[in-house]
């Protein structure tokens, strides 16, 4: 009988896997330098530093043969469907219009997409300002410091002290 205890013993294993290593992101920017390009954008096109050049009706009906056929032009409706997805995508990345997080990452991450593809299309005009004032401070402090270093110099050329060997020979 005691073989028969003996062979009902049962052995546990647990197998534990070993953790992946977290790889380092190969992303070029972070989800955080995403949020401030996207911030820097919505601040300057509001402020009106920049302007988009949203697709016009007429850009539009160029690739819609279907405007010939219709009588009303669906691309008019379609270059207010595009402003109109701009502006809710906005309102979304603001906060002004209630979201999940989830859908407020995509939205940021669509605005990112679209300042991608309004500068590729060379469709912004203006300048995106940095909304890290302390940055642009510096920027501007440095400039004017090159400027003053440039006009002494430009100063020291023009009204160089006469030296005494030339006040001698002009006398």
């Given at each position: 009988m005691e073989n028969n205890s003996e062979d009902k013993k049962i052995l546990s294993i647990r197998i534990k896997?070993?953790?992946?290593?977290?790889s380092e992101s190969t992303a070029l920017f972070s989800q955080e330098d995403i949020r401030?390009?996207?911030?820097?954008?919505?601040?300057?096109?509001?402020?009106g530093d920049i302007i988009i050049r949203f697709p016009t009706a007429a850009e539009l009906?160029?690739?819609?043969?279907l405007s010939i056929a219709f009588p009303t032009d669906p691309s008019v409706n379609a270059e207010l469907k595009i402003k109109e997805h701009y502006v809710d995508?906005?309102?979304?990345?603001?906060?002004?219009?209630?979201?999940?997080?989830d859908e407020q990452e995509r939205a940021i991450s669509e605005v990112f997409k679209m300042l991608m593809m309004f500068r590729?299309?060379?469709?912004?005009?203006?300048?995106i300002f940095s909304n890290d004032l302390e940055k642009r401070i510096s920027e501007l402090e440095k400039t004017v410091t090159n400027q003053g270093k440039l006009v002494d110099q430009i100063t020291g050329?023009?009204?160089?002290?006469?030296?005494?060997?030339?006040?001698?020979?002009?006398?």
């Open positions: 896997k070993k953790p992946e290593p977290k401030k390009f996207v911030s820097e954008f919505v601040a300057s096109w509001i402020r009906a160029k690739k819609t043969p995508l906005l309102s979304i990345v603001a906060g002004i219009k209630p979201v999940s997080s590729s299309a060379n469709r912004i005009e203006g300048k050329f023009l009204f160089k002290p006469k030296t005494a060997a030339k006040k001698a020979q002009a006398s």
